[in-house]
């Protein structure tokens, strides 16, 4: 089970960081990532780190936030973190976090095998 936190409300220019802890289960052993569905809008791919052992704990961003967000894991806490900074109104969504048991690299939301319940992020201009 993935647990989301740290959401909220923030103003244009702001930060806020975002935890997904697990439960029953092992984070290390998946890759990570985050998603965001936004009023409206199609589910997002945010954020990506892979599994340290045989994938290096790389990262990977989307255009829209490189340089903004930044993605890091805790495996001894069993906990990956999305640190957002400089946010901006389009960064309005509710943020999930995904675990991902495969082998190979994706932003696809149906590749991802668990899921948390998501945290609203709701960002003030």
């Known amino acids: 089970q993935l647990v989301e936190s740290g959401g909220g409300l923030v103003q244009a220019g702001g930060s806020l960081r975002l935890s997904c802890t697990a439960s029953?289960?092992?984070?290390?052993?998946?890759?990570m990532a985050w998603f965001r569905q936004g009023p409206g809008k199609e589910r997002e791919f945010v954020a990506r780190?892979?599994?340290?052992?045989?994938?290096?704990?790389?990262?990977y961003y989307p255009g829209s936030v490189k340089g903004r967000f930044t993605i890091s894991r805790d495996n001894a806490a069993n906990t990956v973190f999305l640190q957002m900074n400089s946010l901006k109104s389009e960064d309005t969504a509710v943020y999930s976090c995904?675990?991902?048991?495969?082998?190979?690299?994706?932003?696809?939301?149906?590749?991802?095998?668990?899921w948390g319940q998501g945290t609203q992020v709701t960002v003030s201009s």
């Open positions: 780190i892979n599994r340290i052992s045989g994938n290096g704990g790389n990262t």
């Open positions: 029953g289960g092992t984070l290390s052993s998946y890759s």
């Open positions: 995904a675990a991902d048991r495969g082998l190979y690299f994706t932003t696809v939301a149906a590749d991802y095998d668990y």
